[in-house]
C-alpha cells in the first residue's frame, strides 16, 4: 500500500506539479485552460475517477480465464497509474496557487528585468520556493492514497494476490469470524496510524515553511 501510495503521488506530483507551475506562471489563455481542466478533473468523485481508470488501464480477459499482457501492466502498476491521475489536479492548484505568489516576488522581478528567460525563471527562481508546498501537500495525499487503495482493494478492483496491501489483508478478512483482532483490526489500525502520521507530518512542514515565508 505505500509503496502504491508513493508512486501515485510522485506521478502526481511530476505532472500535477509541472502543469501548476506552467500555469500559475504562464497565465493568461494556458492558465485559463489548464485551471479549468483541474476543475473538470475535481468535478469527479476520486474513488468514482480511481474506479473507471482502473477499468480501463486493465487488459482484457481472454478465453482461459486469463489477462491479455501486450500492455505489460501490473495491478499494481495500474493502480499507480489511477491514482497518480486522480492526484494531479489537486497537486496541480496548490502548485499553482504557490507558483501566483512567488512569481510576484521582487526577485523574480529582477531577474526577469536582467534578461533571464522564462524556463530558467520558473526552474532556478520559482520552483525551488514552491517545492516545499508541494512535499507538504504530497505528504497529505499519500495518506489519502492509501485510503483509495485500500478502498479500490475492498471493491475487489486492488491489488492482485500473491501481492500483499493492507487493503488486500481488509478485504479477505472481513468475513472472517476467526481472530477478528489479527484478520481484520490490525492492518484497519495500522492504515490509521499511518494516515495520521502524514497528515501530521504534512501539517509540521506546512507550519515550518509558512514561518519562513512570513518573514520574508
Do not use: H, K
Request: a neutral charge; glycine letters at 10%; charged letters at 15%.
Amino acid at each position: 500500500s505505500l509503496t502504491i501510495s508513493v508512486g501515485a503521488v510522485a506521478v502526481g506530483m511530476l505532472v500535477g506539479g509541472a502543469l501548476g507551475l506552467l500555469s500559475g506562471f504562464r497565465r493568461g489563455r494556458a492558465d485559463t485552460f489548464l485551471s479549468s481542466l483541474f476543475d473538470i478533473l475535481l468535478a469527479f468523485p476520486p474513488l468514482v475517477l480511481a474506479l473507471s481508470l482502473v477499468a480501463f488501464l486493465s487488459p482484457p480477459p481472454t478465453n482461459d480465464g486469463g489477462d491479455v499482457t501486450s500492455g505489460g501492466l501490473t495491478s499494481v502498476q495500474i493502480l499507480v497509474v489511477a491514482i497518480g491521475i486522480v492526484s494531479i489536479p489537486l497537486l496541480a492548484r496548490i502548485t499553482r496557487a504557490t507558483t501566483l505568489t512567488w512569481s510576484q516576488r521582487e526577485f523574480v522581478t529582477a531577474a526577469r528585468a536582467q534578461g533571464a528567460r522564462p524556463l530558467r525563471l520558473m526552474l532556478r527562481e520559482v520552483l525551488p520556493n514552491v517545492l516545499p508546498a508541494m512535499f507538504s501537500v504530497a505528504l497529505l495525499s499519500i495518506g489519502l492514497a492509501i485510503i483509495a487503495e485500500g478502498g479500490l482493494s475492498v471493491l475487489g478492483v486492488g491489488v492482485e494476490p500473491p501481492d500483499p496491501s493492507w487493503g488486500n489483508m481488509i478485504a479477505e478478512n472481513r468475513s472472517v469470524n476467526r481472530a477478528p483482532l489479527n484478520a481484520l483490526f490490525s492492518p484497519m489500525v495500522v492504515v490509521f496510524l499511518t494516515v495520521m502520521a502524514l497528515n501530521y507530518l504534512g501539517d509540521a512542514v506546512r507550519d515550518r515553511f509558512d514561518v519562513r515565508a512570513s518573514a520574508l
